[in-house]
Structure formats: C-alpha cells, structure tokens
C-alpha cells in the first residue's frame, strides 16, 4: 500500500478545486505495516507519546482558552484542511510538494503550526468511490500507521496556545464511503441496517466502530448520513442513506449516534438539511432541493432533529440549493438554513461544519470570501478550504472591516473547543481492539439481518450442486471473498460449469447483470435487480467481508434471509418472506 500511496501522491498536480471524495465498498484483507521506505518514518516510540490533556468541564475550558486567544488562534481554530503524507512530521518529496500547494509547508505537523489549527480531516483515495476523482490524497494505511500519525499530529498540536486536542476527522461512514480499510472491523452500509431494521444492531455495530476509530487516534466520524432518499433516490447518497422512510431512518441516525459517540467519538449528521431528494451530484455543481416547507419537515428533517435529539456532536451543512427556504443559496452559505433553522428550529448548539469548501458551490468565490460566507451564515468549522492561507487572510481582513464580527468566530471556536475537549475526557482504547473477534460478531450479526431475497424460496438452500461465482468487471476481490465463504459454508465452488451466482454492486448496469445467472445478488442499492432475469434476486448492500459472509450462509441455507429493502425496487416485494 505504501508503494501505492506514493504514487496517488502524484495527484498534487490535481488542480486544488479538487477534493476528497468518498470510499469504494471492495473488501480487502487486514494487510500488516507498509515496509520501511521514503514514505514511511519509524515507529513513534513509546517515550514520544502525545502530553497528557488538561481535565475539567469542557465549556469552561473552552471559555477560558478563547478568552486568551488572539485573531489568529481564532482564525486557525475553524479551519480543517487535508495534508499529504501518512507520518506527521517526514513526508517524502512528492508529499512535500503537496503540502506546500496546499499550505506553503511540507508536513501536516507544519501545517497545524503554521495556521495553528483546529483540525485536520485524514483522507484515502479508492479509484471506484462515487467522487473519486475530486480525492487528490490518501495518508491512511493501517491503524499502526493512523495511530502513529494521529499520535504526531496531537503532539503538534499541544504546542498550540489552548492547550485543546487537535480534532482529527475520517469519512468512515462504511459501505461505499471508508477511509480507513485495512486491518479493521468493516460494517456494512447505511442501506444494509436499514434493511436489517434493528436500531439496536445498528447501535452495537457503532459502538464498535467508534471504538475501533478511538483507538488510532480519531475523535470525529463525519458520519452519519441522515439524509432520506426520494423515489427516484440519490446517486452521490444511495446506499449511503439508511433509505427513504423518515420515521425508519431517525431510528436509525438516533442509533448510530448513540454507537459512535458512545465509544467517545463525535458523530456529524450530513447532509443538512437533507440531499437524498436531489438528481444532481455537489461534487459537480449545486444540485436543487424542490421540495416543499411541508415535504422537508416530513421527509428531511425527522432525521436530523433524531440525531440532534440523541446528542450528535456536529452537523455538516450540504452544497444543495434548498429552494423552498433559501432560493439560489447553497445550505452552507444560508443563514436562513444553518442558523435559523438549525440553531433556532431545531436547536442544535453542537458544531457545524461545511461540506468541503473546495467543491464547485464553494468554489464560485475566492477562498477568503467563501470562509467569511459560511461563518456568516453559522457554521462553525470550515473543512477543506482550497487554500488556507487565502482562507485565513480573509477570516482576519472581515475581522479587520467588520465583515465578520469578533462574537461570531469567537462563538464558533468556544463551541469547538468544547468538543474537543469533552472527547478528550474519554479514555482511548489500546490498538488491539482493532478487528477484535468481539467486534467482528457484533458487525456480522449486523449484516446477517440485512441479507434480503426479492425473488426465490425462503427456507433451505438456494443453490444446488456446484457452484460458479461470477461478477461484473472490477469486484475480483468481492468474488474471491463469496468463494471463500460459499467454501467455508460447505458448498463446492468450480471455476466453470456450476450454478451461477453473479454479483453486481455500485455503479453498475443493466449490461453488468448476467443472463444466464441462477442468483443475482445486488451489493449496494438494490435498483438493478428490477431489471434482472434471474429466478433468485438477493441484495446484501455491502460487499464488506462479513457481508459477503452472511450471503454465503443463506445460500447455503444455513440461515434464512430477514432483511427487507428499505427502497422500492420496481415492483418487486420489499422481501418475498419477510412481511
């Protein structure tokens, strides 16, 4: 991996209105630490380990470490850029490189010293994720080598006038958007507990992959998606949404909730107020919200004000034009959205963050004048900005003429200190609870009730004989994983000539389905199989290992398929056995 991460590195050419994208669901293997080579420093020894954090009420810290601070502790606190390189302090040349397009430095612990930073989002490059190409970088690997980062990350950040906890975020919302891959316990996605239907799966399942991120050093999962899907779904969102019912999804979001900041960790609602009714992508221009005052507060907000109800830390804000609050203003930059309605309606006091300012709805102003906006209209932590000194010089020219007042960011940065350092009062777990077998039975109990079957028998085996396992181009890893499991399962698998189950998954087609297959199982929305021949159509929404796992038991007929689809399929049953 580390031989590949050198050479995504060569994406700091990428012009910066590039940002990070989302994960791809490919399973893949725990791999052991990158070997030793330019792009990776030594292990942090013991004796390097990160000072002890200052104890006490968190709002009171807060308040008095923003009393001291000066226009430039302030303005750093709200930013959240992304750094190349997977070490915090040695980079290699061509991270190096990256760093000083971004920030005019060559590490990440520069970076934070520089701009005396609030936070920094930890990011990972997939070549299949919905917005891969707007992803220009990946600094995760392992969690050795996140720990090891996190760790040098925090010790530059100590050096900080506050005295706070570096806020070090991930998008590990699981499923099509995973950051961190290799060596962890991989839940299914939102889509599958939506379809498993039991919040108190979804919540055990949380808990252990807040746990696992606490252990290497992560205190933010932007995670969450709280959006609900329309009728014709969502394709940035789709099986990232837990699905189109409200009142089932605000089960869910409360859930999941609950799991992630009950390891300790923050949980951020996205995309507020509410992107799975839009046809458009914000990674590639402002997609439209039509719905109506009354269809947002039925569909879009009950699982926001869920979340919110249930203690989620941080809400971010979406690129999308909401038309029926704030015509022609993307969420992010509407005061009628992100302070009227979410501090005053929904009374959230939590912190919000933007979605990346380096998409294009953020990119229609110079980066100083796109920051002094979303502060403006009330977030509170700006992720990603294009340019950070262009982000910084702007937050104190508004300083300077009155653009932005003092009050404002000074509100902004107390509401993330306090975050902080109310994670920072958890005890973090050791890194061996990473991948545990206790967490990989909570996960795959998970996945098992999301294993659903629109067409075919509910009870026995629902193959017979041998069998071949074929897949559309690119899931080899996906189609190994279901025949390591149909063999652990006790079913006989051939190259040729068996039974076939053919396996399609994100952004596939109709030409990606297979005609001649006996089974037909849909890893991610299940839409497709509308469209597919098959006399046994099933949907894992994942293909994570334990997903894959839980499909080959129910082939095999050692368990029984209970999931049921929580979006409309064609005129297919939401499940043929379960009512």
Same mark, same amino acid.
């Given at each position: 991996?580390?031989?590949?991460?050198?050479? @995504?590195?060569?994406?700091?050419?990428?012009?910066?209105?590039?940002?990070?994208?989302?994960?791809? !669901?490919?399973?893949?293997?725990?791999?052991?630490?990158?070997?030793?080579?330019?792009?990776?420093?030594?292990?942090?020894?013991?004796?390097?380990?990160?000072?002890?954090?200052?104890?006490?009420?968190?709002?009171?810290?807060?308040?008095?470490?923003?009393?001291?601070?000066?226009?430039?502790?302030?303005? $750093?606190?709200?930013?959240?850029?992304?750094?190349?390189?997977?070490? &915090?302090?040695?980079?290699?040349?061509?991270?190096?490189?990256?760093?000083?397009?971004?920030?005019?430095?060559?590490?990440?612990?520069?970076?934070?010293?520089?701009?005396?930073?609030?936070?920094?989002?930890?990011?990972?490059?997939?070549?299949?994720?919905?917005?891969?190409?707007?992803?220009?970088?990946?600094?995760?690997?392992?969690?050795?080598?996140?720990?090891?980062?996190?760790?040098?990350?925090?010790?530059?950040?100590?050096?900080?006038?506050?005295?706070?906890?570096?806020?070090?975020?991930? !998008?590990?919302?699981?499923?099509?958007?995973?950051?961190?891959?290799?060596?962890?316990?991989?839940?299914?996605?939102?889509?599958?507990?939506?379809?498993?239907?039991?919040?108190?799966?979804?919540?055990?399942?949380?808990?252990?992959?807040?746990?696992?991120?606490?252990?290497?050093?992560?205190?933010?999962?932007?995670?969450?998606?709280?959006?609900?899907?329309?009728?014709?779904?969502?394709?940035?969102?789709?099986?990232?949404?837990?699905?189109?019912?409200?009142?089932?999804?605000?089960?869910?979001?409360?859930?999941?909730?609950?799991?992630?900041?009950?390891?300790?960790?923050?949980?951020?609602?996205?995309?507020?107020?509410?992107?799975?009714?839009?046809?458009?992508?914000?990674?590639?221009?402002?997609?439209?919200?039509?719905?109506?005052?009354?269809?947002?507060?039925?569909?879009?907000?009950?699982?926001?004000?869920?979340?919110?109800?249930? $203690?989620?830390?941080?809400?971010?804000?979406?690129?999308?034009?909401?038309?029926?609050?704030?015509?022609?203003?993307?969420?992010?930059?509407?005061?009628?959205?992100?302070?009227?309605?979410?501090?005053?309606?929904?009374?959230?006091?939590?912190?919000?963050?933007?979605?990346?300012?380096?998409?294009?709805?953020?990119?229609?102003?110079?980066?100083?004048?796109?920051?002094?906006?979303?502060?403006?209209?009330?977030? !509170?932590?700006?992720?990603?900005?294009?340019?950070?000194?262009? &982000?910084?010089?702007?937050?104190?020219? &508004?300083?300077?003429?009155?653009?932005?007042?003092?009050?404002?960011?000074?509100?902004?940065?107390?509401?993330?200190?306090?975050?902080?350092?109310?994670?920072?009062?958890?005890?973090?777990?050791?890194?061996?609870?990473?991948?545990?077998?206790?967490?990989?039975?909570?996960?795959?109990?998970?996945?098992?009730?999301?294993?659903?079957?629109?067409?075919?028998?509910?009870?026995?085996?629902?193959?017979?004989?041998?069998?071949?396992?074929?897949?559309?181009?690119?899931?080899?890893?996906?189609?190994? $994983?279901?025949?390591?499991?149909?063999?652990?399962?006790?079913?006989?698998?051939?190259?040729?000539?068996?039974?076939?189950?053919?396996?399609?998954?994100?952004?596939?087609?109709?030409?990606?389905?297979?005609?001649?297959?006996?089974?037909?199982?849909?890893?991610?929305?299940?839409?497709?199989?509308?469209?597919?021949?098959?006399?046994?159509?099933?949907?894992?929404?994942?293909?994570?290992?334990?997903?894959?796992?839980?499909?080959?038991?129910?082939?095999? $007929?050692?368990?029984?398929?209970?999931?049921?689809?929580?979006?409309?399929?064609?005129? @297919?049953?939401?499940?043929?056995?379960?009512?």
């Amino acid at each position: 991996m580390a031989a590949v991460n050198r050479a @995504l590195r060569v994406a700091v050419a990428v012009p910066l209105a590039m940002l990070v994208g989302c994960g791809s !669901d490919t399973p893949s293997a725990p791999a052991p630490p990158p070997a030793p080579g330019p792009a990776s420093a030594p292990a942090v020894p013991p004796s390097a380990s990160v000072p002890p954090r200052p104890t006490g009420d968190p709002a009171t810290l807060a308040r008095a470490a923003v009393a001291a601070f000066t226009d430039q502790d302030l303005a $750093g606190q709200v930013l959240m850029p992304y750094a190349y390189g997977d070490t &915090a302090d040695r980079v290699d040349k061509t991270a190096a490189a990256g760093n000083q397009n971004i920030a005019g430095v060559n590490t990440p612990a520069e970076m934070i010293t520089k701009f005396r930073l609030g936070g920094l989002i930890l990011v990972g490059f997939t070549p299949d994720d919905p917005t891969g190409a707007t992803n220009p970088a990946t600094n995760v690997e392992n969690p050795k080598q996140v720990r090891g980062l996190t760790d040098g990350l925090q010790r530059a950040a100590a050096q900080l006038p506050g005295g706070a906890p570096l806020l070090v975020g991930t !998008d590990q919302e699981y499923g099509v958007v995973t950051r961190i891959r290799q060596g962890v316990t991989l839940l299914p996605s939102a889509m599958a507990f939506g379809a498993a239907g039991r919040p108190e799966l979804t919540e055990g399942a949380w808990r252990a992959a807040g746990e696992e991120l606490a252990a290497m050093g992560v205190n933010l999962d932007l995670a969450p998606v709280a959006d609900t899907l329309g009728p014709k779904g969502s394709s940035v969102i789709g099986s990232r949404s837990f699905g189109a019912d409200p009142k089932a999804n605000s089960a869910q979001v409360q859930a999941a909730v609950r799991g992630i900041q009950g390891a300790g960790i923050s949980a951020a609602l996205k995309h507020f107020p509410g992107h799975g009714h839009t046809t458009g992508d914000s990674h590639d221009g402002l997609p439209v919200v039509a719905q109506t005052k009354e269809q947002l507060a039925a569909e879009d907000l009950p699982p926001f004000a869920a979340g919110i109800n249930a $203690g989620a830390g941080v809400v971010m804000s979406g690129h999308i034009d909401v038309q029926a609050l704030d015509k022609g203003v993307a969420a992010t930059f509407s005061h009628k959205i992100m302070t009227d309605l979410l501090r005053t309606e929904l009374k959230f006091t939590g912190v919000a963050i933007t979605d990346a300012m380096n998409m294009p709805p953020a990119m229609k102003w110079p980066p100083g004048e796109a920051a002094v906006r979303a502060l403006n209209a009330g977030n !509170d932590l700006l992720l990603m900005p294009p340019n950070l000194a262009g &982000a910084r010089d702007g937050i104190l020219a &508004a300083l300077g003429n009155g653009t932005l007042k003092r009050e404002r960011l000074v509100e902004a940065a107390t509401r993330i200190l306090t975050l902080k350092f109310r994670g920072a009062a958890m005890p973090r777990p050791e890194l061996s609870t990473v991948g545990s077998d206790a967490h990989q039975t909570v996960v795959y109990d998970a996945a098992a009730a999301a294993v659903t079957i629109f067409r075919g028998p509910c009870t026995g085996p629902l193959v017979s004989g041998p069998v071949t396992v074929s897949a559309s181009g690119g899931r080899e890893a996906a189609r190994v $994983g279901l025949v390591k499991a149909l063999q652990a399962a006790g079913v006989r698998v051939q190259a040729a000539g068996g039974t076939v189950v053919h396996l399609v998954g994100y952004g596939d087609r109709q030409t990606d389905l297979s005609m001649d297959a006996a089974v037909t199982v849909m890893m991610d929305t299940p839409y497709l199989l509308a469209g597919s021949r098959s006399p046994t159509l099933l949907a894992t929404y994942s293909s994570s290992p334990l997903s894959l796992t839980a499909l080959a038991n129910v082939l095999a $007929g050692k368990a029984t398929p209970p999931g049921k689809s929580p979006v409309q399929v064609g005129t @297919l049953p939401r499940s043929a056995c379960v009512k």
